[in-house]
C-alpha cells in the first residue's frame, strides 16, 4: 500500500487532531503505478501566496548554449527532499484507510512549493548560479565553457548537493554531454532546438 511507503520512508506521520483534514485520490500514473494525490485545495486557498520568482525559462535555456560540457539532473522526488516547518506539519494532514497522518516533506500539491524549492536551491547554490550552475526549481543543469573544466564544476555542484543532503534521480541525469533535453528545449553548444 502506498501509505506503507510513505510511512516507510519517514516522509509522514500520524496524526491525533488535525486542524485540516484534506482527501486523498489515487491517480493511476502513465506507467501503471499509482500516485496517491492530496487534495489540498481548501488549504490552498486559504494560504496565501509566495511570489517568490521563478526564473525566466527562455532566459534560463539561452545561457546555456555556447558551453563545450553540460550535465543535467533533476532531482528525485524533488519537492520531498525539503522538510516541513514542524509547526505546519499538521495543517497538511489527510485521511486513509489507516488512520490520519501528515506530511513532514513538502507535498507537491500545496500551494508554494515551487516558490519554496526554487528559493532553497538559490541559496544552495547562490554562488554558483549565473557561472556554472542554472536550476529551475528541481531540474539543474551544470555547464562548462571549456570541456577539462567540467568535472572540477561537478564536483563542486555535488560537494553542495552532499552537504544539503538532496539527491538526484539517475534515470533523469545525463553527464558530460555536448546537448540535451532542458525545461522542454534541446540546448546544445551551437544552440537551442524544441523538443
Known amino acids: 500500500m502506498k501509505i506503507d511507503k510513505l510511512i516507510e ?25 499509482i500516485r496517491v494525490c492530496v487534495d489540498f ?29 553540460l550535465s543535467f539532473m533533476d532531482g528525485s522526488s524533488g ?14 494532514a489527510f ?3 489507516k488512520g490520519i497522518y501528515c506530511y513532514k ?4 500539491g500545496l500551494k508554494n512549493v515551487g516558490a519554496t524549492y526554487q528559493r532553497a536551491m538559490q541559496k544552495i547554490f547562490d554562488d ?3 557561472k556554472n550552475v542554472k536550476c529551475y526549481v528541481d531540474d539543474l543543469v551544470v555547464k562548462s565553457r571549456k570541456r577539462e573544466d567540467h568535472l572540477r564544476d561537478l564536483c563542486m555542484v ?3 548537493l552532499r ?12 553527464f558530460s554531454v555536448t546537448s540535451g533535453k532542458f525545461l522542454g528545449f534541446i540546448v546544445q553548444h551551437r544552440g537551442i532546438g524544441s523538443i
Request: charged residues 25%; contains cysteine; positive net charge.
Open 9 to 33: 520512508t519517514s516522509f509522514v506521520r500520524e496524526v491525533k487532531y488535525p486542524t485540516w483534514i484534506a482527501n486523498i485520490v489515487p491517480v493511476k500514473k502513465k506507467n501503471g503505478h
Open 41 to 69: 485545495r481548501d488549504l490552498n486557498s486559504a494560504c496565501p501566496k509566495d511570489d517568490f520568482p521563478l526564473p525566466i525559462i527562455e532566459l534560463m535555456v539561452d545561457v546555456t548554449t555556447s558551453h563545450e560540457a
Open 79 to 92: 519537492y520531498n527532499q525539503i522538510r516541513m516547518a514542524p509547526r505546519d506539519e499538521e495543517l497538511i
Open 95 to 97: 485521511h486513509t484507510s
Open 105 to 108: 516533506v513538502m507535498h507537491f
Open 128 to 130: 554558483m548560479l549565473h
Open 158 to 160: 555535488f560537494d553542495r
Open 163 to 174: 552537504r544539503y543532503q538532496l539527491k538526484m534521480s539517475p534515470f533523469k541525469c545525463a
